[in-house]
């Protein structure tokens, strides 16, 4: 019988676009940078990982996390992720945008409680307007 091993993230802020992938549905877009690699990696063995990648739903391409995601695919540990399913370029850019700042922070010792670092971090501020559904209860 066949099951799944799921790789979970720490951090799932945005619910509404959490969804399950096995590692065969998603692309890789480009290849990897081995300098930021090892970094993925130590931080991937240290803290395991922290955020969801982002998934573009409509070509099934990884946008964010994609270091992430190659490295757990290829320790065939898992045969599954979660990830953040993004439906339009904005989705696309401010999912990427919400990773970056939860991963910095994280690295940084911060906890992320609430959403109020989007309203302080202008480069996610100018997408929330077009993406409000993604935050709204």
């Not at 940078?33 to 990696?41: P, T």
């Not at 700042?101 to 670092?117: A, L, P, T, Y």
Request: charged letters at 30%.
């Amino acid at each position: 019988m066949f099951e799944k091993k799921i790789a979970w993230p720490k951090y799932q802020l945005i619910a509404k676009r959490i969804k399950v992938y096995s590692f065969e549905e998603i692309k890789t877009p480009h290849a990897l940078h081995n300098e930021h690699k090892q970094k993925i990696r130590l931080s991937l063995d240290k803290d395991g990982l922290i955020n969801p990648p982002v998934i573009d739903s409509r070509t099934m391409e990884c946008i964010s996390g994609n270091h992430s995601f190659q490295i757990l695919r290829k320790k065939n540990e898992y045969t599954h992720i979660i990830c953040y399913q993004a439906l339009n370029d904005d989705e696309c850019k401010f999912l990427s945008l919400v990773n970056k700042h939860v991963w910095e922070s994280f690295k940084k010792g911060q906890e992320i409680r609430d959403f109020e670092f989007m309203f302080n971090d202008p480069k996610i501020f100018a997408l929330v307007e077009k993406c409000k559904t993604l935050i709204q209860p």
